[in-house]
């Protein structure tokens, strides 16, 4: 049974960081295709950032050069870094797995093809 929870998340002023983390659990590989989405209010949610098993990465053009997505394989960790941070990044903020428990990611950014999602956790840039 696959499980992630999210933290990390906090109210920060325009132009600072966090680093959110997602711990996973239950993988068959901790490697495969796994991302950060995020969703603002009476928005839908869109991908964030992705990451392949050969450490492949993908960012959505809105955070590219600002986040960065890393992987502790040993922890069983997923990293976001984010700096700085706009009022239009808040939202929660989800990890997930590939649908298809995939090692590539079929789209990186998709919402559809990820599954197993977090509780999330809140950030708000003022």
């Known amino acids: 049974h696959v499980q992630l929870v999210e933290s990390g998340g906090g109210s920060v002023q325009s132009g600072g960081s966090l680093r959110l983390s997602c711990v996973h659990r239950?993988?068959?590989?901790?490697?495969?295709?796994v991302g950060w989405f995020r969703q603002a209010p009476g928005k839908e949610p869109e991908g964030v950032a992705s990451?392949?098993?050969?450490?492949?990465?993908t960012h959505a053009g809105a955070v590219k050069g600002r986040f960065t997505i890393t992987p502790d394989v040993a922890e069983n960790t997923l990293f976001l870094q984010m700096t700085d941070l706009k009022p239009e990044d808040s939202g929660v903020y989800y990890c997930?797995?590939?649908?298809?428990?995939?090692?590539?990611?079929?789209?990186?950014?998709?919402?559809?093809?990820?599954?197993?999602w977090g509780r999330g956790t809140q950030v708000t840039v003022s």
């Open positions: 990451i392949e098993y050969d450490g492949t990465t």
């Open positions: 997930a797995t590939d649908r298809w428990n995939a090692a590539y990611c079929y789209d990186p950014l998709s919402v559809g093809d990820f599954d197993n």
């Open positions: 239950g993988f068959s590989d901790s490697r495969n295709c």
